[in-house]
Nanobody
Framework: QVQLVESGGGLVQAGGSLKLSCAASGSIFSFFSINDMGWYRQAPGKQRELVAVITRSGSGSTNYADSVKGRFTISRDNAKNTVYLQMNSLKPEDTAVYYC??????????WGQGTQVTVSS
């Protein structure tokens, strides 16, 4: 059984910052490693979209949606099976439910339950 627990969401004014965390737990991590870790978001009436992803290999290469480049930073702590998303200069259009995603070797995709981020203008 795998559990991904997100934290750090909330209400913030435009221009503010939030840091999301997502920690994975479960017995399978004694045998299998996590490859890609990522954050997605879904705003009301819209499809879920990729925000940022970080690979396991090397120093961890990253990829960001154009809309968040230069404002958001994804990072990971492999020892803690945790991924972070530092969000700066937040805009009202960043308002959404944010989901973490982890790809576990030979086990597939796992999702967190989602955390609400609301940015007021």
């Amino acid at each position: 059984q795998v559990q991904l627990v997100e934290s750090g969401g909330g209400l913030v004014q435009a221009g503010g910052s939030l840091k999301l965390s997502c920690a994975a737990s479960g017995s399978i991590f004694s045998f299998f490693s996590i490859n890609d870790m990522g954050w997605y978001r879904q705003a009301p009436g819209k499809q879920r979209e990729l925000v940022a992803v970080i690979t396991r290999s090397g120093s961890g290469s990253t990829n960001y949606a154009d809309s968040v480049k230069g404002r958001f930073t994804i990072s990971r702590d492999n020892a803690k099976n945790t991924v972070y998303l530092q969000m700066n200069s937040l805009k009202p259009e960043d308002t959404a439910v944010y989901y973490c995603n982890m790809v576990v070797t030979r086990r597939g995709n796992y999702w967190g339950q989602g955390t609400q981020v609301t940015v007021s203008s």
